[in-house]
């Protein structure tokens, strides 16, 4: 395990501070004298790279990339760039360095900064891959016996979603209306759903394209992915209980999906990685690993109440999931699928062995049967309007951590039905 890079930024030097010179997380930001461009996290600052760039002080081969409002030209720009890109930051903020007196005036202040979509997305695909959370749903939805479907110990199984509905964290939500059918209804209804949840989840940003009709290899899936963000999938599981017969979601996942607004490089997680569970049964070629290929990240999520004091609800690693990133590129790829800059890969809900590991409200309220307290006595089964639920996420070495920032979203009420005479 590495240990902490001491920079001349001293804020990034604390042991809680979660964007320390080790991290260098990509985003996007903007201050109220200019518009967006890029920037990497370093202690309480954003480093202004696109300004950086336009004074020469930070130099890439392929024009000037870091003044746009989006991290599509680096990652397309591929791997050694990326590198080279992370070696001249860290040369700048490296404790000692000769270059801080020139530096110091493109540091903004995170409290300065609004933060924005740190890409442009492309595709979005969401995966079903942790198997906690799909033994305790399919137990939920099919019986025990029956809890995983046969093709699950297999492949790692996904569905398309929708790009257009990806946001920022702090976006607020609407409570989404669809058609739901419950026990006791006769007929199918129009409503408000009743049951609106979220999926704590790893989203993985692929910056290297691949080519229609070609596959590729878990190790060339993994050098394909420039790195990882927080993402929350919600879900409406009522309309998804209607719906779900017997194809995949639809409806009920396209209200919104809320993403970090902060890429942790790939690179910065090399210390993390970790090897997914032994197989139950083997895997075909095409998925077999060569190497450890999860990480090390502990993940949470809070639930806070409208003016109310927030509860950390789940508790949970990364490391649990039964399928990495690389694993569902190289299987989206098998079929001849092309990828392009900027799709993002949803790990699917991460949960573990225990109650408190479990990474959606279906599960730790068992299908609303289980009401859980929060700490000021209320109780939820489900998330209630103008609940904000808030997702946080870090990798642990040696004297810092790598962190994620947040990935937040409030829930409106939803609007009345516009379908009403």
Known sequence: MTSLQRSWVESANRPDCGFPLNNLPCGVFSTTSQGPRCGMAIGDFVLDLGNL?????L??????????????GVMAAGPKLWADLRAQVTALLI??????????????????????????????????ASYHHATNVGTMF???????????????????????????????VRRPWGQVKGPNDVAPRFAASARFDIELELGAVVGVPSDSGHPVSV??????????????????????????????PFQSKATATSISPWIVMKAALEPFRTATPPREVPLLPHLREPGPMLYDIALEVGLTPDGGQETIICRTNYAEMYYSAAQQLAHHTSCGCPMNVGDLLGSGTISGPLKE????????????????ALTDGQTRCFIEDNDTLTLRGYAKGQGYLIGFGT?????????ENPFTA
């Open 53 to 57: 760039e336009a004074h020469g002080i």
């Open 59 to 72: 130099r890439l081969p392929y024009g000037l990339l870091l003044g746009l409002p989006f991290w599509n």
């Open 95 to 128: 404790e000692g360095s000769d270059q801080q007196a020139a530096v110091e005036k493109y540091l903004v202040p995170l409290d300065a900064a609004t933060l924005h979509m740190p890409f442009t997305l492309s595709e979005y695909t969401d995966f079903y």
């Open 142 to 172: 099919r019986g025990a016996e029956n809890a995983l479907p046969p093709n699950w110990l297999h492949i790692p199984i996904g569905y398309n979603g929708r790009a257009s509905s990806v946001v920022v964290s702090g976006t607020d």
């Open 219 to 248: 190790a060339q899936a993994d050098a394909m992915i420039f790195g990882y963000v927080l993402l929350n999938d919600w879900s409406a599981r009522d309309i998804q209980a209607w719906e779900y017969q017997p194809l995949g």
């Open 357 to 372: 590991n479990r990474g959606s409200l279906l599960e730790l309220s068992w299908g609303g049967k289980e009401p859980f």
């Open 407 to 415: 990935c937040t979203g409030k829930v409106l009420p939803a609007l």
